[in-house]
C-alpha cells in the first residue's frame, strides 16, 4: 500500500491546538468527497426538525432559490473548513452566517445539535464508508473546531466533551425528529436540486431510491420519504464499500480539492462572501 503522507502529516499534530489544520487537510486532501457528502446530509438531517423546516420554508427560499440556497451554504461552510475560522476569509463566512441566523431565529438547542451534526455525521459516514476510518485525534479536532466555530455563533452551553456532545446529538434526535409538512417539503426541494446537478429529471424517479438508500429510517420517516427497496441498499452500500477497498490502496492526493474555487451557476463570475446567504422572499422583504 501507498505512504499516506497527509495521514502521517496529521498524526503529527495535536487536535485541539491544531484543529483548524487538521480540518483543512482532512476536508481538502484525504477525505473531500467523504466529507462533502456527509456534510450534504449533515445539513438534510436540520429538516427533521419541524422547529427549524418550519422556519426555512418560511423564507421560501428553498422553493424559489433552492440552488442558490444549497451553494451559499456549502461555500460559507467550505469557507470554514479550507481557510479556518481565524483567517480572513474564515472570520468573514462566520460574520455572513451570524448575520443569516441571527434573521432566522433558531433556538439555542437547536444550533447546538446543527453543529453537533456537522462533527458525528462525517465521523460516522467515514468510519462506514471511507477508505479508513477517522483515528482519535482527527475525531477529536472534529469536535474542537466546531465547538469553536459554535462559540464564534454566540452557542451557549455546549458540552465540552465529545461523548458527552454526542450523547446530546443522539438525545435530541430520538426527541425531536418527527414528521412535519414543512419537513418534506424542504427535503423534496433538496433532494430535486441534487438529483438536477448529475440528471436529467426523467431519470429522477429511477435515482431516487439510490440517493435514499443511504438514509436511515428515523429521517426516512421524518421527513416523509418512503424507505427505499432493500435492494437498492444493498446494492450502493456494496459500491461505497468498494470504493473505499479501492482508494485504500491509492495513494492520498497531492492537490487539495479547494471547493471554494469551483465555477457554480449560482456566481459564474465568482461571489463575494457578503452576497451569500442573501434573502430574496423572507417575511414579503425584497432583500436582506
Not at 448529475?198 to 420517516?221: C, G, N, T
Request: include cysteine; aromatic fraction near 14%; hydrophobic fraction near 40%.
Amino acid at each position: 500500500m501507498p505512504k499516506k503522507h497527509i495521514s502521517e502529516r496529521i498524526a503529527q499534530l495535536d487536535p485541539v491546538q491544531d484543529h483548524q489544520e487538521i480540518m483543512s487537510l482532512l476536508t481538502c486532501y484525504a477525505f473531500p468527497w467523504d466529507f462533502e457528502y456527509a456534510l450534504d446530509l449533515a445539513f438534510f438531517r436540520t429538516f427533521a426538525l419541524p422547529s427549524i423546516s418550519q422556519i426555512l420554508a418560511k423564507t421560501g427560499e428553498f422553493s424559489h432559490r433552492p440552488r442558490k440556497r444549497y451553494d451559499d451554504t456549502a461555500l460559507i461552510m467550505f469557507e470554514l473548513t479550507e481557510n479556518g475560522y481565524d483567517s480572513d476569509r474564515g472570520r468573514r463566512a462566520l460574520r455572513r452566517m451570524n448575520q443569516m441566523h441571527g434573521r432566522l431565529s433558531f433556538s439555542n438547542d437547536d444550533l447546538i445539535y446543527v453543529l453537533s451534526i456537522y462533527i458525528y455525521e462525517p465521523i460516522r459516514w467515514i468510519d462506514q464508508y471511507g477508505w479508513r476510518p477517522l483515528t482519535q485525534n482527527e475525531k477529536l479536532a472534529c469536535f474542537h473546531f466546531f465547538r469553536e466555530v459554535g462559540h464564534r455563533m454566540n452557542a451557549k452551553n455546549i458540552p465540552s466533551d465529545y461523548d458527552e456532545l454526542e450523547q446530546f446529538n443522539l438525545a435530541y434526535e430520538r426527541k425531536h425528529f418527527c414528521f412535519a409538512s414543512s419537513n418534506q417539503t424542504i427535503a423534496t426541494a433538496t433532494i430535486n436540486l441534487l438529483l438536477s446537478l448529475y440528471l436529467p429529471k426523467f431519470l429522477w424517479s429511477i435515482a431516487r431510491p439510490l440517493v435514499l438508500a443511504v438514509i436511515d429510517a428515523p429521517l426516512l420517516d421524518a421527513v416523509g420519504f418512503p424507505h427505499p427497496p432493500q435492494i437498492f441498499t444493498l446494492l450502493v452500500k456494496g459500491l461505497l464499500k468498494l470504493r473505499a477497498r479501492v482508494l485504500k490502496w491509492l495513494p492520498e492526493r497531492e492537490v487539495p480539492v479547494l471547493r471554494t474555487k469551483w465555477k457554480r451557476p449560482t456566481y459564474p463570475e465568482g461571489y463575494e462572501i457578503e452576497e451569500l446567504g442573501t434573502f430574496s422572499h423572507f417575511q414579503g422583504t425584497s432583500k436582506e
